[in-house]
Nanobody
Framework: QVQLVESGGGLVQPGGSLRLSCAAS????????MGWYRQAPGKQRELVAT???????NYADSVKGRFTISRDNAKNTVYLQMNSLNPEDTAVYYC?????????????WGKGTLVTVSS
């Protein structure tokens, strides 16, 4: 049983900021990659940022320099600080727990939180 719960989404003006949080609970291995993906209307779900347990981060080119991912391993929580938001960032943002480093490993998803960037 693994549960990922996102929070922090909402309506923000262009140029504004939001901070998303995702808390993992239940029974799971601590050695994993946590990250954020997003899906805009009519588009495929895409990678936003990832953060391995060892501290390696990865960002999509479209958000590099604007978004920052961090994690608190003691709290099993991952964050996404989003600055300089623009309307193209409007999407449902999903928290991800990635076990694909293990043979037969899977990716687990939260239910998503909606971010709307509009004036």
């Amino acid at each position: 049983q693994v549960q990922l719960v996102e929070s922090g989404g909402g309506l923000v003006q262009p140029g504004g900021s939001l901070r998303l949080s995702c808390a993992a609970s239940g029974t799971f291995f601590s050695i994993n990659t946590m990250g954020w993906y997003r899906q805009a209307p009519g588009k495929q779900r895409e990678l936003v940022a990832t953060f391995t347990v060892g501290g390696t981060t990865n960002y999509a080119d479209s958000v590099k320099g604007r978004f920052t991912i961090s994690r608190d391993n003691a709290k099993n929580t991952v964050y996404l600080q989003m600055n300089s938001l623009n309307p193209e960032d409007t999407a449902v943002y999903y928290c991800n727990l990635d076990y694909r480093y293990r043979p037969g490993g899977m990716m687990y998803w939260g239910k998503g939180t909606l971010v709307t960037v509009s004036s």
